[in-house]
DNA sequence: CGCTATATTGACCAGAGTCAAGCTTTGTGG
DNA sequence: CCACAAAGCTTGACTCTGGTCAATATAGCG
């Protein structure tokens, strides 16, 4: 049930992501900017709100538009035939969900919002007919589609080869891409997901990531008070995200 | 190196996969069927064969084609700053490789022949020009690669979650699929990758697969001689990819 | 202000990795 | 065509990382 978001709701605009900063701007812009002024916000059907909790879909829900997170965070899941998860990624301002379920039509996945969350909506039919009038919209639908396969073998790298610490020293590391880059103490981070999602998603349990960054803590890697976490010496982390030893 | 192929050799052509069966057959049944017929085989621009052990490209290689295997079989990795690999996917007849490398405009992995292999070549830029003309021909390739973000998110969950046995029987059972369906046993099917490159695909050591592989022959799943493998009892085997406990 | 979900920590254990030895297959050159 | 080398496969013994189970502690919520 999401409900409509109100762009003068007293929910503070200066925290929305930017446009420009946002992993659709290419397709907003190339749309709104195109020749035909009439393509203005074609693109965007509505924006709305989730709150934590609240599913954005869910498996077998058919397909008819892909999101665009403004501000707030999701995770997304599948699900095993035994009712095992797995979370396939954690998404933030600015990046897409629902791409993999242009093929079959429908949701072999789930999407749930970790905290209020914001979305756009884009119609996958919009899409199509958009692209139809500017073949550089496709290009960079085909651009993001190919980002999200390269984070894919990513994901595989870390599961299959990498031990606990590297994992979270890698995904703690991506976290800092978001943030300033350099500034070293950097400002507070909130991590928005629980351990066990954590744990979850990098293939670990909820145990482990608590022992990991107890011990992060204990060696001045990072400083933590529940979910909100300081990122103290990057490059101390970024040694452990891969330690250099003989392949496997 | 890839010697051109020569469409009269004494090969025999009937082992070679059908158009019909190609995973681009959608693509390139679009562009020689389409209303302007002189865009029939625009798409594919060469078809030419690398032995064993031949790059079809290498980490840093720019990217300009997209490839899809006619006979024969690959493994394509990618490649850790310390130098560790991750198989991300063997491919077989009618599957697409190179789909990774649309955005960054050169190649993060490599692909690599595990026997003397057949490829249709079809450059990007042909694709590009035939789908202003044809935008079906945009959604067949979204479509292509929506799947190949589902196939990395299994891929995820049998990293992430399952167990070696699960991991092997899930993998098997895969195989099975592009046999003759229901036929159990099956006729011999040749595992072309070594234990080693298995067991690097599935986050295991080669011990580990040949461990398994050897129970698995002693409960009559399955039965093998180094490469060559029957599958005795598909059911069982299914039972195995997923046994059924509490979640993780 | 209690109740529930989440987080932390410890003790113990098992699945898969490591190391090592021997075997088999494949490929090469004489 | 054979011999030898190299690569790949198999099996066993042992180890160790990270999972499981359990007991508190803490935070967030109504």
Redesign the pocket.
Known sequence: MPKQFNENSPEPACEFIACEDCGLYRLCHLASDGEDPSLSNALIKRRFVLR?GEYLYRQGDSFHAIYAIRLGSTKTYIINEDGRTQITSFHGPGELIGLDAIEAGYFDSEAIALETTSFCEIPFSHFQELSRQLPDLQHQMLAIMSRAILRGQQMMLLLGK??????LATYLLSLCRHLDKDASPTPPFK?T???????NHL????????????RF?EDGIIC?????IHFLNHSRLRELASKTR?D?
Chains 1, 2 share one sequence.
């Open positions: 934590r990498k031990d606990a610490t590297e994992k991590l997901m629980s351990r066990g999602d954590l744990g293939g670990l349990t909820q145990e482990t990531i608590c022992r990991i960054l107890t803590q933590f008070q529940n979910k909100t003989a496997r």
